[in-house]
């Protein structure tokens, strides 16, 4: 097995995790030297760490917030290991992050988490009715019944209804994006381009 730590030999992309700290955590484990998109990763927490010192923010944050996301995503469908699996940390990593005793998180944690809640919380049902079913049993608010879950002091009552499904919000979501761009590029036509696509449009009929 190679040495431990101080390994920067230029390495092939071995596991799905890569470029995530699971693939970090992988190469570890088997002792493989990190590939390119590890190695990136690595230097970009590095350079966080380093910008949290010199800025003097805390590196530890209240956790609160955190775990109403997660217990928030849980309650739309999404269940605990789908999630890590899907951001590339080990479950255990959001077990502790919900575990009542904990009161604090890391910064890249907490920012990682507030992220993913960003993109999953209003598009749609995730995919587990269990996971749902489960977390609705514990009483657990959904995004909807938050108006502010970093600030609210009081939990709200659960009465979040999911309209749609995650894959028909996906397919909408992905039809606005385009539209975006379309309208986007078509902004940033020339009149000479213009002028040439009417042409090209012309010569074709
Ligand atoms: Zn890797």
């Given at each position: 097995?190679?040495?431990?730590?101080?390994?920067t030999?230029?390495?092939?992309?071995?596991?799905?995790?890569?470029?995530?700290?699971?693939?970090?955590?992988?190469?570890?484990?088997?002792?493989?030297?990190?590939?390119?998109?590890?190695?990136?990763?690595?230097?970009?927490?590095?350079?966080?760490?380093?910008?949290?010192?010199?800025?003097?923010?805390?590196?530890?944050?209240?956790?609160?917030?955190?775990?109403?996301?997660?217990?928030?995503l849980?309650?739309?469908?999404?269940?605990?290991?789908?999630?890590?699996?899907?951001?590339?940390?080990?479950?255990?990593?959001?077990?502790?992050?919900?575990?009542?005793?904990?009161?604090?998180?890391?910064?890249?944690?907490?920012?990682?988490?507030?992220?993913?809640?960003?993109?999953?919380?209003?598009?749609?049902a995730?995919?587990?009715?269990?996971?749902?079913?489960?977390?609705?049993?514990?009483?657990?608010?959904?995004?909807?019944?938050?108006?502010?879950?970093?600030?609210?002091?009081?939990?709200?009552?659960?009465?979040?209804?999911?309209?749609?499904?995650?894959?028909?919000?996906?397919?909408?979501?992905?039809?606005?994006k385009?539209?975006?761009?379309?309208?986007?590029?078509?902004?940033?036509?020339?009149?000479?381009?213009?002028?040439?696509?009417?042409?090209?449009?012309?010569?074709?009929?």
């Amino acid at each position: 097995m190679p040495p431990r730590g101080k390994i920067t030999a230029p390495g092939p992309v071995l596991y799905p995790v890569c470029g995530t700290a699971q693939g970090i955590y992988q190469h570890r484990k088997h002792g493989t030297p990190r590939c390119a998109p590890c190695r990136a990763f690595n230097a970009e927490q590095t350079e966080q760490i380093k910008r949290d010192i010199y800025l003097r923010r805390p590196r530890l944050v209240p956790a609160r917030g955190s775990q109403r996301r997660l217990r928030a995503l849980m309650a739309i469908g999404w269940p605990l290991e789908e999630m890590a699996r899907m951001w590339g940390i080990g479950r255990t990593v959001l077990q502790r992050v919900l575990h009542p005793d904990t009161v604090k998180v890391s910064r890249a944690r907490a920012e990682l988490i507030e992220r993913e809640y960003r993109r999953l919380a209003f598009a749609g049902a995730g995919p587990s009715a269990r996971a749902r079913t489960w977390a609705r049993n514990r009483g657990f608010p959904g995004p909807m019944d938050w108006d502010d879950i970093d600030r609210q002091e009081r939990e709200p009552v659960p009465g979040y209804v999911i309209e749609r499904d995650h894959q028909e919000a996906l397919v909408i979501d992905r039809a606005v994006k385009k539209m975006l761009a379309k309208r986007e590029r078509r902004s940033r036509l020339t009149p000479a381009d213009r002028q040439a696509a009417r042409a090209r449009r012309e010569s074709a009929a």
